[in-house]
């Protein structure tokens, strides 16, 4: 792991989440953490640039003030929302002869490859190393040094529409951060969530949000698909409200509360009263009623999920599936995947001082996705960048965080976690399935 402090950002529907982190010796410590409420998105997607400014603006306050140091850049996290990945080649000649390669060869074959595979209406996101290949000889992972006349690039490239970059790029830039890196939400959730040789290996990653829920397909340590479906907590709690006739802020409490993924695990005997529109005493509803109403929307996301990785032929990966994402808190919710999937499901929660919720793994996967980069995987992310967002070359690049100006020294300070009425008797069964068949359609 390269040493320093970074900052990361990820922006989601429901909450807006920095994390500031000082990496020394392979450690990583969490030294501030900002999480605001999201303004100005919409399933994933930013459609208000200024309001979602100010959201990034607080939540960088928030980790600022706890780790006592000033944030200018942020890596910033890309949802897979119409992803795109194919192969790309770029070669280039050097002009003279016994010539060693530089990091401006290296440069300059990367922009080919990039300018031979992107058409005017994606940007790249980000280019995967398979080999590069000089003068013949393959398999050669950093040609810097080397003596040749020919460079070549083989890699996998993944892009986005223009409009996403642009949208994301600008709501941060508006907040009056720079970008240091752009990293695929996917692969930092993998970084943490999965070992080295899950991920060669291959296994299937839901991060399920609050505005959607998205799947992708690990394998020899690259995403190999991805799918968004522009559903997610947020839906789960506004059927709550909808089928028991109570205010969303109810419903988000009941979830919280008494939720249950799982209708077969959930107690069928416990009741809950809820304050319900048009009612002037509690109503009471058992606690498996409201757990039929969540599996409900969570089954449908999930076979929407398992439709996409089957149509690719990743039904069946070694590792199985690993969940996370605010969402992913709700109990049973690893038993309902299994049982849609057939395979083995883990949830995975960050170990980290601080961000020990399921909610913050692509915040600190950003940090770890970062900080693990080699050298010549760093030179390839930065060309892209600069390809990507117009940014200057990397020496002119403003380091990651500055110290705190009325100190002589850096605080190393690590946050701590914070510390009557009627029965509902109609059955549940394929009346309400039913009744939440038009919102699936």
Not at 259 to 270: K, L, S, V
């Amino acid at each position: 792991m390269k040493s320093g402090i970074y900052a990361s950002l990820d922006i989601g529907t429901t909450s807006i989440k920095v994390i500031a982190a000082e990496v020394l010796n392979g450690q990583i410590n969490v030294i501030g953490v900002g999480n605001e409420r999201s303004n100005g998105l919409s399933r994933g997607m930013i459609v208000d640039i200024d309001q979602t400014a100010v959201s990034i603006q607080q939540a960088v306050r928030q980790a600022e003030d706890k780790a006592d140091i000033k944030i200018n850049e942020l890596i910033v996290g890309i949802p897979a929302n119409n992803l795109h990945i194919n192969s790309c080649y770029g070669s280039i000649s050097i002009n003279q002869n016994h010539q060693e390669i530089t990091d401006e060869d290296v440069q300059s074959v990367v922009e080919k490859a990039i300018e031979g595979s992107l058409n005017q209406e994606r940007e790249v996101l980000n280019l995967t190393l398979e080999e590069f290949v000089v003068d013949g000889f393959d398999e050669i992972k950093d040609p810097r040094g080397m003596i040749g006349n020919r460079i070549e690039f083989r890699g996998t490239m993944t892009s986005i529409p223009r409009s996403i970059l642009h949208n994301i790029r600008k709501a941060v830039q508006k907040a009056g951060f720079g970008i240091k890196n752009i990293i695929l939400q996917p692969h930092a959730m993998a970084q943490v969530s999965l070992s080295e040789d899950e991920r060669n290996f291959g296994a299937l990653l839901v991060d399920m949000g609050g505005g959607q829920t998205s799947v992708a397909v690990l394998h020899e340590n690259q995403v190999k698909h991805a799918q968004v479906i522009p559903e997610g907590g947020e839906y789960v709690t506004k059927d709550i409200s909808i089928v028991l006739n109570t205010s969303i802020k109810n419903a988000e409490k009941l979830k919280r509360d008494v939720g249950h993924a799982f209708y077969e695990e959930a107690n069928p005997e416990r009741s809950v009263s809820v304050e319900v529109v048009g009612q002037n005493d509690l109503v009471t509803f058992k606690e498996a009623y409201i757990a039929e109403v969540i599996e409900a929307r969570l089954e449908q996301i999930f076979e929407q999920l398992k439709f996409s990785v089957d149509h690719v032929g990743a039904g069946k990966l070694p590792a199985g599936m690993v969940i996370s994402g605010g969402a992913a808190s709700l109990p049973g919710i690893e038993h309902l995947a299994e049982d849609v999937f057939n395979v083995p499901v883990r949830i995975y929660v960050p170990d980290f001082m601080s961000v020990r919720y399921p909610a913050f793994t692509n915040a600190i996967g950003l940090v770890v996705a970062e900080t693990n980069l080699s050298d010549i995987e760093r030179l390839i992310n930065q060309t892209v960048l600069g390809k990507t967002l117009n940014l200057q070359a990397k020496n002119s690049v403003r380091p990651v965080v500055r110290e705190n100006q009325e100190q002589d020294e850096q605080t190393e300070e690590i946050t701590q976690p914070s510390s009557q009425p009627n029965e509902e008797k109609e059955p549940f069964g394929d009346k309400v399935k039913n009744f939440f068949s038009g919102f699936f359609e």
